[in-house]
């Protein structure tokens, strides 16, 4: 962590002095004479399409010329603009966390309130799902397309010692070459003993096209590290937690089953994605272009592993070969793709595209039990075809992508499609399709452990999930959002107990040494309702969110809550002769009660577990959020209920509570100079 620490240290340094370089801004974006800011930005890869208009003539640069391009190559401006949907954003995730129950401190994991059976990756991740929230993804990585640069700082306290910041700069070397520079840091020790979690993630990105726009190119770099401590949950949860009692109002007091685990990951991902036009287009919108014929190239590589170490045994996790405890797995990728491209006004944008993927995941040493030898490694090459389409006719978008293996193990098929109506200016109707054919993740197939009872190699035994999905959506302004999603999931894979555990090893908290994989052989049904509409009246606003989950199953090896409720009454308003615009209010968060996973800090997983109900219990914040120029600032009252409460029931999962009542403020604050 120490290079991370230097860096988070020398980007403040930068900050600050960029802040006494452009405290005396003034609201309006600066503006320009130089004729090559007049160009236009390629809405498909957010580059300069080389066009000038003639002479210099002086015009000021709004807000829409700073441009952010996606993974998809889709682009948006940035937003300075305060609304609700900005609070809920306000969070470690920096997004909407709806159908997730986060920990008691930040940067733990998140439980599942709803599930999504779409896979966005064709080929299985390295596991150790439950610690990878804040890793950023090939698609958390944005691209930049701005006049002049720009800073973008975000800030928010933690509990207890720390904080989160998160900056980005990026600017235009020349009109065709961009460059932007993040990290994200933060350190927080948390409320309850040996629960302190930090990490630091570096990312640069960078995109450029030449001036005759036959060639441009893409990549990014990221390296990250998430180091947390594992406290194993409360050791006595109802006799301190719950009881109410004075003394344990003080969280630092409760007894927590470990004083000596931690665990890690660490990543670092080079990728590149570039495209020459054999045949260049004219136009550049997708609505207007003439033909284009293109190849491209992508390469990824991608080096991670996930790491438990523990200082001493501990039975929890039952017998083990040696101590201390050093577990250790490691997933090495390379992936290409090459792709000839095609796309005209009538016939839209056709891609086909060949795809190689080799991956090594790897232990020390072989294990030997009386069942079997498990194996230490598992690797191979993937190759697969693809295709995409996109078209838009009139008021109908269509949108479809295909991969098909040809060769190797992991892997099926992948499909997703959908379209979309636009009936008018307001309204909109669409519906997608899902299906794919996917080993599950490596930790499910092949893990080793310095503990007897996490050594398993499932290679021969599990096949492969399949899953089938289809969506039908709304969008209305005046009839709000709806989106109904029913799954269909054949050989569900998960973490669950041992059916050999016995009641007493369940009461002494001891269930934990039992968790094992398993595949569902049967079909699981998964219906999922999810409706969102806002009503106003004056400067009052009243923001619901409500989603229905119904599983049909065989096996209770899918528990999810039937209904969650998110409801937000607020006032917006200019303040101060229209100096600040202010917005404060209420949120009420609740979900039914339901058998809520547990959580398996060795292998930083959620497993099912059907012995506890956990839910039915209200989460009550207060914020005052305030807009002032460019910048956003945040106040929050979190949990605001257990003030008054004489009932400690409300947990994260089994043995691990949510936090108590906590004020947090920070900004997001974009510089322009």
Avoid: C
């Avoid at 290079?3 to 405290?23: A, P």
């Avoid at 599983?551 to 528990?559: A, G, I, R, S, Y």
Wanted: charged content about 20%; proline content about 3%.
């Amino acid at each position: 962590m120490v290079k991370y620490q230097l860096m988070r240290y020398l980007f403040i340094v930068f900050l600050l002095s960029t802040f006494y370089t452009v405290n005396a801004q003034i609201d309006s974006i600066p503006s320009r004479t130089n004729a090559s800011l007049q160009k236009k930005i390629d809405s498909v890869g957010g580059l300069p399409n080389g066009k000038k208009k003639k002479g210099k003539e002086e015009r000021t640069v709004t807000i829409a010329d700073y441009r952010i391009i996606n993974s998809n190559r889709d682009t948006i401006f940035v937003d300075t603009t305060l609304t609700i949907n900005k609070e809920y954003r306000y969070n470690f995730l920096r997004r909407d966390d709806f159908e997730l129950m986060p920990f008691s401190n930040i940067g733990q994991p998140y439980n599942s309130l709803g599930v999504n059976f779409e896979n966005t990756s064709l080929y299985p991740q390295l596991g150790a799902v439950g610690r990878h929230f804040g890793y950023f993804e090939e698609e958390d990585v944005f691209y930049y397309n701005v006049p002049t640069p720009m800073t973008e700082l975000f800030f928010k306290t933690t509990l207890e010692q720390g904080q989160l910041l998160d900056a980005l700069l990026t600017f235009n070397m020349t009109p065709r070459l961009n460059i932007s520079l993040a990290y994200k840091g933060f350190r927080s020790l948390g409320k309850y003993q040996f629960d302190q979690a930090e990490s630091g993630s570096f990312r640069t990105s960078f995109n450029y096209r030449t001036r005759n726009n036959r060639y441009w190119v893409r990549g990014h770099y990221v390296s990250q590290e998430i180091e947390t401590e594992e406290n194993g949950g409360l050791l006595e949860s109802e006799l301190q937690f719950e009881s109410g009692e004075d003394e344990f109002l003080d969280r630092s007091r409760i007894d927590v089953v470990f004083t000596n685990a931690d665990n890690r990951i660490l990543g670092k991902r080079y990728f590149l994605d570039h495209q020459y036009n054999v045949v260049r287009p004219r136009k550049d919108s997708l609505q207007t272009r003439s033909t284009l014929l293109a190849i491209g190239h992508k390469f990824s590589y991608e080096s991670k592993f996930y790491e438990f170490n523990q200082s001493s045994a501990n039975d929890t996790f039952g017998e083990a070969f040696v101590t201390p405890i050093l577990d250790k797995a490691r997933l090495k990728t390379t992936y290409h793709q090459v792709s000839a491209n095609f796309s005209n006004k009538l016939l839209g944008s056709l891609s086909g595209n060949l795809n190689f993927y080799n991956y090594q995941y790897f232990f020390n040493s072989q294990v030997i039990t009386e069942d079997q030898t498990i194996q230490n490694r598992l690797a191979g090459n993937e190759i697969a075809l693809g295709a995409d389409y996109k078209n838009t006719l009139g008021k109908l978008v269509l949108d479809g992508s295909l991969r098909y293996n040809l060769s190797g193990d992991l892997t099926g098929t992948l499909f997703d499609g959908s379209a979309t109506y636009r009936i008018n200016e307001n309204n909109s109707v669409w519906a997608a399709i899902h299906g794919s054919s996917r080993a599950p993740n490596f930790n499910f197939l092949l893990y080793q452990s310095e503990y007897e009872n996490f050594n398993w190699q499932n290679t021969g035994l599990f096949e492969k999930q399949q899953v089938q999905t289809v969506t039908f959506g709304l969008d209305s302004k005046f009839f709000g959002n709806l989106e109904a999603k029913y799954s269909a999931i054949d050989n569900y894979t998960y973490f669950g107990i041992d059916g050999s555990i016995t009641e007493e090893a369940i009461e002494t908290g001891l269930e934990n040494a039992f968790v094992r994989p398993f595949q569902d052989n049967t079909t699981i049904n998964h219906l999922k309702v999810k409706y969102n509409k806002e009503f106003r009246y004056k400067k009052w606003a009243l923001n619901n969110t409500i989603m229905y989950q119904n599983v049909t199953q065989e096996d209770q090896v899918l528990n999810v809550p039937d209904f969650v409720t998110r409801n937000t009454l607020y006032f917006s308003s200019d303040v101060f002769k229209k100096a600040m615009y202010l917005q404060t209010g209420v949120t009420f968060k609740y979900f039914t009660s339901y058998n809520m996973n547990g959580y398996h800090p060795l292998l930083g997983e959620f497993y099912t577990q059907n012995n506890e109900a956990f839910g039915a219990f209200p989460l009550i914040d207060f914020f005052i959020n305030a807009k002032v120029r460019q910048t956003r600032i945040y106040l929050k009252a979190e949990h605001l209920n257990t003030i008054w409460t004489q009932e400690y029931n409300y947990y994260a999962a089994p043995d691990y509570p949510y936090r108590d009542f906590v004020i947090r403020f920070g900004l997001v604050w974009n510089l322009f100079s």
